[in-house]
């Protein structure tokens, strides 16, 4: 089970790092299109840019509060291994 809490929190740190990568590259084809001067196409990519830190903050939060997830789980195996 530990194992598989391992695998799960790389996959989850990749995509969030590729999700922090997305949010640049908004930002930085928003700042293009400003000094191309084309305003109004920015505002549905900047609204994008906006909420998707949100995302990323409720991931913070829950990974804080699940830091002991796997010590709890480690010792309802270990009282299930003891029942055997």
């Known amino acids: ?9 790389r996959t989850f740190e990749r995509c969030f790092a590729a999700l922090g990568g997305t ?13 191309q001067g084309r305003a109004v ?17 409720t991931h913070a939060s829950t990974t804080t509060a699940c830091n002991r997830l796997p ?3 480690t010792l309802c195996e270990a009282e299930t291994e003891e029942e055997d």
């Open 1 to 9: 089970v530990s194992g598989l809490f391992r695998k799960t929190s």
């Open 71 to 73: 010590s709890l789980v």
């Open 23 to 35: 949010i640049v590259v908004i930002i930085l084809a928003a700042l293009y299109d400003l000094q």
């Open 41 to 57: 196409e920015v505002l549905p990519s900047l609204s994008v840019a906006c909420i998707l830190p949100v995302v990323l903050w």
